[in-house]
């Protein structure tokens, strides 16, 4: 008997971008009596893999909400160790990859001013090697969906325009990145957490039990299969449904 050939899992025009809510690096190591500092360097660990398969399958853009405006309210040892592991990511991953690695852009979203200084300098020399790419990978660091809202509204009233939905777009931290087709959470939490509330408007949501440490290949392909399941009408009807009875 022939052994079935495993199904290839590819993204076309209707799923270019997705964005992701880490969540559960806390629990994983809650779960392993490890403290929470190893389940954030678990989390970053995965990233690279993870953004590995996007490329692979088709996605052209992925937005990695890591750290959030409410995140500082943490204990401060712990939102310590999680700056240094975002500098030592950022420095020893992406500066490395970005130098060898033509067909990756990476850019920084979210107030990159509150950030420490040394971690701000680094995203910002990143951002400087900007180049033309197929593969775009978002972190949002420091960011807060309400708080872009507002700083865009604030950035149209400086300039003098109106205060309109296209001005606004264009002055978000994801202006030069399509809305999320596909926005996924693990953790199990039925929640958005500020994350991408303007963009996220019409985005389909997958909310996973998977802990973000866990998340891989499999998941990844389950939450594509299940994205083109659903019927994306964006408040229209199916042309079925738009025939007269």
């Not at 420095?91 to 107030?111: H, W």
């Not at 959470?185 to 866990?214: C, H, K, V």
Request: with cysteine; glycine share 6%.
């Amino acid at each position: 008997m022939l052994k079935k050939q495993k199904e290839i899992i590819k993204a076309d025009e209707r799923l270019r971008s997705v964005a992701i809510i880490m969540d559960g690096n806390g629990r994983w190591a809650k779960k392993r009596l490890l403290p929470r500092t190893k389940g954030h360097e678990k989390g970053a660990a995965i990233i690279e893999d993870v953004l590995s398969v996007f490329k692979e399958i088709g996605v052209h853009y992925v937005t990695l909400y890591a750290f959030s405006t409410e995140n500082w309210k943490r204990p401060k040892e712990e939102v310590d160790a999680i700056m240094k592991l975002a500098y030592k990511y950022v420095d020893k991953v992406y500066m490395d990859r970005l130098k060898g690695e033509k067909s990756l852009a990476v850019r920084f979203i979210g107030d990159k001013n509150g950030l420490p200084e040394k971690l701000r300098e680094k995203c910002i020399e990143i951002e400087n090697m900007e180049k033309d790419s197929e593969f775009v990978c978002n972190i949002a660091l420091n960011y807060g969906g309400r708080a872009e809202i507002t700083n865009a509204a604030n950035e149209l009233v400086k300039k003098g325009l109106p205060i309109t939905e296209e001005n606004l777009s264009r002055e978000m931290y994801t202006k030069d990145t399509p809305d999320p087709d596909l926005i996924i959470r693990t953790g199990g939490d039925f929640r958005i957490s500020n994350f991408l509330i303007w963009q996220g408007a019409y985005s389909e949501y997958m909310i996973l039990d998977t802990l973000w440490p866990d998340f891989g290949r499999e998941d990844i392909e389950k939450c594509v299969k299940d994205f083109y399941k659903r019927k994306r009408r964006f408040g229209g009807l199916d042309k079925e449904d738009e025939s007269p009875k």
